[in-house]
């Protein structure tokens, strides 16, 4: 309510992230040696950083068999890791197969 | 069929690649699938040239004329095999070497080393998954990738993985017998499925996943190749 005292920062500079976050994402980066031209973007990824870190304790979570934490893509949201790092289209499958015949049924007993 | 079953022993696999910033995992599906054929053929381990077909295939799917192979906007394997049978085939890695983003087809039909004689997909059923890997080699495979963002190691096995969101090609090489799983408790099979994303990712480049519930699609999308002589 002080008129003498403006908001100078973005929302990006708000950004809530759990202690020790930034610490790691500095080590993410060392790791993967990732580089991002401006602060803007710095902020950014370390806020799509802090994202992946509770999406990966999910997975670890719904997947307790398997090891999950930072990878090479944590620094990615899960639109852009799909985007850059898959790439397979619909169809292919075996219902849509007109090409080839499905392979005949082999035995498998025992 | 043997309690498990790897070809990488067996010579059948090549080194992990690296696609990069390019969806183009369908052409190292592909790739992965034909190397194994063609080894089972002939003895010989050959890597193939994922960038011709990244440059040069713009194969449709029979049923869905808008998925169509298109280098780094992704494609499927099935098209891949159908544009190879067409152009004549494939040529090495060494001579159409990788670059992760499409330019110009300068694929030379006197460069191909392997040619693509059929294919078939496989049923759902996993038993018949494991029978055609075991009879027919590596195994071009798709799924849904949503774990393998965080994925560093162990058996995946999630409780929850949407078998229609199928978005990511890969190669089945083979299928373990014991791999841990505390929620299905006690050792469950899985599958050992080569990814194109480094030796860095996952198990050295190689990601487990539980076999035997249709985990994450992975039975929807099978298919088999047979090369021929060059």
């Known amino acids: 309510d002080d ?26 980066i060392q790791k993967y040696g990732k580089e991002y031209s401006t602060r803007e973007e710095y902020v950014h990824r370390l806020g799509v950083f802090g994202k992946n870190l509770v999406r990966a304790a ?43 015949e499905t392979a005949p049924y082999l035995d498998v007993k025992e | 069929l043997p309690e498990s079953f790897d ?10 690649k690296m696609q990069g910033t390019c969806g183009s ?19 010989k381990l050959l890597s193939l040239s994922e960038q011709q077909l990244v440059d040069c295939d713009n194969m449709c799917d029979v049923k869905e004329k808008d998925s169509c192979d298109s280098g780094c906007e992704g494609g499927l394997m099935t098209n ?12 090495e890695e060494k001579a159409y070497p990788y670059t992760s983003k499409k330019g110009e087809c300068k694929f030379k039909e006197d460069k191909v080393a392997v040619k693509v004689a059929n294919f078939t997909t496989i049923p759902l059923d996993e038993n018949q998954i494991a029978a055609n890997l075991v009879h027919n080699g590596p195994l071009a495979v798709g799924l849904n990738a949503v774990f393998m963002q965080t994925y560093i190691g162990g058996v995946s096995c999630p409780l929850i993985c949407s078998k229609r969101a199928v978005n990511h090609g890969v190669l089945l090489v083979g299928y373990g017998s014991k791999g841990f799983s505390i929620l299905r408790l006690g050792y469950r099979p899985y599958w050992i499925i080569k990814n194109s994303w ?11 996943l539980c076999r035997g519930h249709g985990m994450c699609g992975m039975n929807t999308m099978v298919s088999a190749v047979a090369t021929a002589t060059s």
């Open chain 1, 3 to 28: 008129l003498k005292i403006h908001q100078v920062t973005d929302h990006g500079g708000n950004l809530k992230l759990p202690l020790g976050t930034e610490q790691q994402f500095k080590s993410f």
């Open chain 2, 198 to 208: 480094g030796e860095k990712w996952g198990e050295n480049g190689y990601y487990h």
């Open chain 2, 7 to 16: 070809w990488r022993e067996k010579g059948a696999v090549t080194y992990v």
């Open chain 1, 58 to 100: 999910e997975h670890q979570v719904l997947d307790p068999t398997a090891v999950h934490g930072v990878t090479s893509f944590s620094d990615l949201t899960e639109e852009e890791f799909e985007g850059m790092f898959t790439g397979l289209k619909s169809g292919g499958g075996v219902a849509s197969n007109e090409v080839s």
């Open chain 2, 25 to 43: 995992c369908w052409a190292f599906s592909t790739t992965g699938a034909i190397e194994g054929a063609n080894f089972i053929r002939t003895g």
């Open chain 2, 80 to 91: 891949a095999y159908n544009y190879l049978m067409r152009a004549g085939g494939l040529e």
